[in-house]
């Protein structure tokens, strides 16, 4: 009858897991959801700049577009989407965006636009994440 007792707890013992193998497994699992979360938000935030580098190449063209029908550049992004004082409306298409409204970059703040006469050159820009003019973030990247 003693063997059957310590066979019972035996069983008895072995039946669960411990109290450490649960804080193994717990540990094992909140560090593959910090690498997860971690790679996810780097993931979005390379969207973000792949999505306002297309915008800022689409308002480009839009702006050519413009130059091509009125003779000359925008001055601003808002002739993009109201006829501006001293253009004939025969040669204006606009507006040109959708819903005659400016977009604006992912972060929901708006592109800076300006044009280079010398080098006939149009200079959009968004100011990143951090929204500040001038900083690593912007798009695109200052040097490129």
Do not use: H
Not at 64 to 86: A, I
Not at 105 to 125: C, E, G, H, M
Not at 130 to 138: I, L, R, S, V, W
Request: positive net charge; contains cysteine.
């Amino acid at each position: 009858m003693s063997t059957s007792r310590q066979s019972r707890r035996r069983l008895r013992r072995r039946e669960g897991f411990t109290l450490l193998e649960l804080l193994l497994v717990m540990t094992i699992l909140v560090v593959l959801a910090g690498i997860g979360t971690v790679a996810y938000n780097k993931l979005g935030v390379n969207q973000k700049v792949r999505a306002a580098t297309f915008e800022i190449d689409n308002i480009k063209k839009i702006c050519r577009m413009y130059e091509m029908e009125v003779g000359s550049p925008p001055r601003s992004l808002q002739d993009l989407v109201t006829l501006p004082s001293g253009v004939n409306k025969s040669s204006w298409s606009g507006p040109y965006f959708e819903d005659a409204k400016i977009p604006v970059d992912p972060w929901k703040n708006q592109y800076s636009f300006s044009y280079n006469a010398n080098q006939d050159q149009l200079i959009i820009t968004s100011n990143g994440a951090d929204g500040a003019k001038g900083t690593a973030d912007d798009i695109p990247v200052r040097g490129q």
